[in-house]
């Protein structure tokens, strides 16, 4: 499985800039004008892993086929969205629609891109938005309560929950806070993700930098760290420009020209990582002749449940799951050398998957 994430900010700042670099393509219209992109633009991408071609490579596998994640490239919003203002409802209705946000920051002075509020600062353009997502979440609890009203007279459980999380979240946001601080039991987690409620999802701030900043950062995004600290939250700094351009690169040309401008890798491997970490996402690989394949699931992810990616034939015939740890499969040169070290297991139903087990499932059809 992979994920949606919405690319959300301010107009101007960089986002269809990224989206192009991320999805290998110009299908996001970068322009100087604010709502050039009018609807939401969707690219899915393969997901970076060294590990990947190195068991393709032991395996001697034909095909190589990484895991994807979905980025959306979602209108710029600006102050009054809650209101409607600017493209401002269609904006709230996409960003609910995917499972983490992307938040964009403008931290690089260019004097021929306009910006909309006519200044520079990050942390101010974080709060216009937050403070719109709160607004929305505000207006929407209120009529979902109202809503709620003959239902729970009804005696109805679920309505019942639903009261009482929607009230939990009102006072948070009623006190300035983003419905993602309410604590919410493992109990309770299905009935919140189906709130939906904007500011409940996990936020990666996005530092922009210019190109000279790409490596370290400037002062604007260290106040964006602070920022996203203090939250705890994450972020990443990212040239949208220079990842643009390693976009258009052959794979040789693209690594001369990291190495040109100091940098050790791509910052679309750091914001993929920023964001599995955000959902608490990992991989594990199967491989074979025919193929070298990752998946993604979520940390905890029990074997059944991770056969059920590949297939539901697996998970509901599971037998048992054969795993050799990547490290291994790579010390001992594939599985048949793990086996010979004693680093070949079977695990049962009760088994939580590890990020980079190389795994095969037996299963009655």
């Not at 992109?37 to 001697?60: Q, W, Y």
């Not at 600290?229 to 700094?237: D, S």
């Not at 990291?258 to 491989?287: C, K, Q």
Request: charged residues 25%; contains cysteine; hydrophobic residues 40%.
């Amino acid at each position: 499985m992979g994920f949606r994430m919405g690319i959300v900010g301010l107009p101007n700042v960089g986002k269809s800039t990224l989206f192009n670099a991320l999805t290998r393509t110009a299908a996001a219209q970068a322009a100087n004008f604010p709502f050039c992109t009018i609807e939401p633009n969707v690219g899915d991408v393969a997901v970076p892993d060294a590990r990947l071609p190195r068991l393709a490579e032991i395996a001697k596998s034909r095909e190589v086929i990484p895991t994807r994640m979905t980025f959306v490239d979602i209108a710029g919003l600006v102050r009054g969205a809650s209101r409607g203002e600017g493209l401002g409802n269609q904006f709230l209705a996409n960003i609910r629609e995917v499972d983490a946000i992307a938040h964009v920051l403008r931290c690089f002075v260019d004097d021929d891109v306009t910006h909309v509020e006519g200044r520079i600062d990050p942390v101010a353009d974080a709060e216009t938005i937050e403070t719109e997502l709160m607004i929305a979440d505000m207006e929407s609890i209120e009529r979902r309560l109202a809503n709620l009203s003959r239902k729970l007279r009804g005696g109805d459980k679920e309505a019942v929950e639903q009261d009482r999380l929607l009230r939990r979240a009102l006072a948070v946001l009623e006190d300035g806070q983003p419905a993602r601080t309410v604590e919410v039991s493992e109990e309770e987690r299905k009935t919140w993700r189906m709130l939906q409620l904007l500011t409940s999802k996990p936020v990666l701030y996005v530092c922009n930098v210019e190109e000279a900043s790409a490596g370290s950062g400037n002062a604007q995004s260290a106040r964006v760290a602070e920022m996203a600290a203090a939250q705890g939250a994450a972020h990443v700094i990212i040239s949208a420009q220079i990842e643009e351009e390693i976009s258009q690169l052959s794979p040789d040309e693209a690594e001369m020209f990291l190495s040109e401008m100091g940098l050790e890798e791509p910052g679309l491997d750091r914001l993929i990582r920023a964001g599995y970490t955000l959902l608490g996402l990992h991989t594990y690989f199967t491989v074979g002749p025919k193929e070298a394949r990752a998946w993604t699931v979520p940390v905890g992810t029990l074997a059944p449940q991770a056969a059920g990616v590949i297939h539901g034939d697996f998970e509901r015939g599971f037998i048992r799951a054969e795993t050799v740890a990547y490290d291994d499969y790579i010390t001992c040169n594939g599985e048949a050398g793990a086996k010979e070290a004693g680093k070949f297991r079977v695990e049962g139903k009760t088994y939580e998957v590890r990020d980079g087990d190389v795994l095969h499932f037996l299963f009655n059809a």
